[in-house]
């Protein structure tokens, strides 16, 4: 008994000690852990971050997504029908594995050789695609935000949709942002319509030619009959119908759950332990946030959606269709171009940053192809920029030739880039962490996004092929 009881002590004392040796680096890391979630969430409830926007859709939409629309928004998309010049879709530049974004540094529109994707060849347009995905949260759309919502809601038309002239405030009936942004990109010459002689000489007329292909096509007469009363009942496919489909389908390319957005909804191992470090980077010292907002009217896009010069290099292809900027041909003058204010040269719109793990090319015109040289840049762009190499960067072979002056470019950057954020080796990975998967949603990847292309389009017109 009395030894069984001494036994029973010593084995006791030997599990409380072995506890306390395998237990106490536990509670060690548990509280670093609880430290950091507790550092982060409070950074994030901060800066307004919910982690919930992708969640909001339809309540701000104030109804139900049309998913029939939406799918014959996802065809007309992929139809080189709409393009005037018979060569190009949507999906030729917004390719669906690549998140609707372009795997070409700098666009290519009509004159392709049907390839999207790396062995894409023809004349060059002037920027890079970006993602099409969560497109219904912003409240300014390109590069230099030319098509913006006024009320600073893309939900809201009460104020107005503003565009460059033709257009101006003409599209404000609309009521989506995107809607009214898909009246545009049949009626560019360089991307969809061509520079034929029998292009009509307006944007409206060019609609019109688009609509009338739509009403000769008898499966599309049956398709928008099957979502417009009026159109079963005899009367024409409108440009604004076609509009609503595409703009429908965009509002089915929410991809906005990311390890962030979890973490801020109280899952607290969503995140890794470099990602959530990653995070404190980009919201405290780095204060990436100050551009790469996620409160108010940023609707958690990571984009300010305003305009700032950020130091980027000019890269100009050796064949394009689109005339550049500058003395020498080999400009981008960003936002100048719609305001025509030469305070605003150079200056581009701050990139929404989710889901940036898709994307093949980096910054308006794709200079870096690598992410990690990308962010080295731009934590430094004065330091760096007179290292930049467009071979080593990895650009395409035609864009490697025809650099534009950087020094005016530099002389504008904005303030808050103007000194170097300087990070450990340690700390230039998390941040990468942070950016590469925290702020992608695990369900925009190229596998199921692929699956968005048709097998064939109405017009009978072949798909283009995707690599
Ligand atoms: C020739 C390639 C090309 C084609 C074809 C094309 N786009 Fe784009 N798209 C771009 C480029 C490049 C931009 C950015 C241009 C800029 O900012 O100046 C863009 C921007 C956009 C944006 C805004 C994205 C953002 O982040 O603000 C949307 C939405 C869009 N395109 C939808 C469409 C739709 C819908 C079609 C077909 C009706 C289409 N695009 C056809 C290349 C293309
Ligand atoms: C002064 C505002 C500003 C600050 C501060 C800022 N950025 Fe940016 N960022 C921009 C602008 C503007 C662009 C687009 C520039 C262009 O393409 O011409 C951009 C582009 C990027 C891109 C490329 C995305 C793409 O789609 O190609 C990444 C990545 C990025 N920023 C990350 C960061 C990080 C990380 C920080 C903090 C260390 C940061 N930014 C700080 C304004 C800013």
């Given at each position: 008994m009395c030894i069984r009881q001494?036994?029973?002590?010593?084995?006791i004392a030997a599990l409380v000690c072995v506890g306390a040796v395998v237990l106490s680096p536990r509670a060690s890391a548990n509280s670093t852990d609880d430290v950091l979630n507790e550092q982060l969430s409070a950074m994030l409830s901060r800066h307004g971050f919910t982690g919930r926007v992708g969640l909001s859709l339809e309540q701000r939409l104030g109804r139900k997504i049309d998913t029939k629309l939406a799918d014959l928004g996802r065809l007309t998309f992929h139809d080189s029908l709409l393009g005037l010049n018979d060569d190009n879709s949507c999906s030729g530049c917004h390719s669906a594995p690549?998140?609707?974004?372009?795997?070409?540094?700098?666009?290519?529109?009509?004159?392709?050789?049907?390839?999207?994707?790396?062995?894409?060849?023809?004349?060059?347009?002037q920027r890079r695609t970006p993602l099409i995905l969560n497109n219904v949260f912003y409240p300014a759309l390109m590069w230099n935000s030319r098509f913006s919502s006024v009320s600073g809601n893309p939900f809201d038309n009460i104020a107005g949709f503003q565009f460059p002239l033709p257009e101006g405030f003409s599209l404000s009936g609309l009521p989506h942002l995107l809607t009214a942004q898909a009246f545009i990109p049949t009626t560019e010459k360089p991307e969809m319509t061509g520079f034929h002689p029998s292009v009509p000489g307006?944007?409206?007329?060019?609609r019109a030619a688009v609509v009338e292909r739509l009403n000769a096509n008898a499966e599309y007469r049956k398709l928008f009959g099957k979502n417009f009363p009026e159109v079963k009942s005899g009367g024409p496919i409108t440009y604004e119908m076609?509009?609503?489909?595409?703009?429908?389908?965009?509002?089915?390319?929410?991809?906005?759950?990311?390890?962030?957005?979890?973490?801020?909804?109280g899952q607290k191992n969503a995140m890794t332990e470099d990602e959530k470090r990653g995070a404190l980077i980009f919201f405290g010292s780095g204060n990436c946030v100050s551009c790469h907002a996620v409160s108010g009217e940023s609707n958690e896009m990571f984009s300010d959606f305003r305009q700032h010069v950020a130091g980027i290099p000019q890269i100009a292809p050796a064949v394009g269709n689109v005339m550049f900027d500058g003395p020498?041909?080999?400009?981008?003058?960003?936002?100048?171009?719609?305001?025509?204010?030469?305070?605003?040269?150079?200056?581009?719109?701050?990139?929404?940053?989710?889901?940036?793990?898709?994307q093949?090319?980096?910054?308006?015109?794709?200079?870096?192809?690598?992410?990690?040289?990308?962010?080295?840049?731009?934590?430094?762009?004065?330091?760096?920029?007179?290292?930049?190499?467009?071979?080593?960067?990895?650009?395409?072979?035609?864009l490697q030739g025809l650099q534009g002056p950087i020094a005016p470019v530099l002389a504008r950057i904005d303030p808050a880039l103007a000194t170097p954020v300087t990070l450990s080796t340690e700390e230039f990975r998390q941040l990468i962490a942070f950016l590469r998967t925290g702020l992608l949603d695990p369900k925009a990847n190229a596998h199921d996004l692929r699956k968005l292309i048709p097998a064939r389009v109405p017009s009978g017109k072949s798909v283009h092929v995707f690599q």
């Open positions: 001494y036994k029973l002590s010593v084995v690549l998140g609707f974004g372009d795997s070409q540094s700098i666009a290519i529109g009509i004159g392709n050789n049907n390839i999207v994707g790396p062995d894409r060849t023809g004349p060059r347009n307006t944007n409206d007329g060019i076609l509009a609503r489909a595409i703009a429908e389908f965009e509002f089915t390319l929410v991809f906005a759950d990311a390890p962030v957005d979890k973490f801020a909804r020498g041909a080999n400009e981008d003058f960003g936002l100048e171009q719609v305001t025509g204010n030469p305070n605003d040269r150079y200056a581009f719109r701050t990139s929404p940053l989710r889901n940036l793990a898709l093949p090319t980096f910054f308006h015109n794709g200079c870096f192809t690598k992410l990690d040289d990308a962010v080295r840049y731009h934590l430094n762009a004065i330091g760096a920029a007179q290292g930049y190499n467009p071979i080593t960067a990895g650009v395409d072979a035609d």
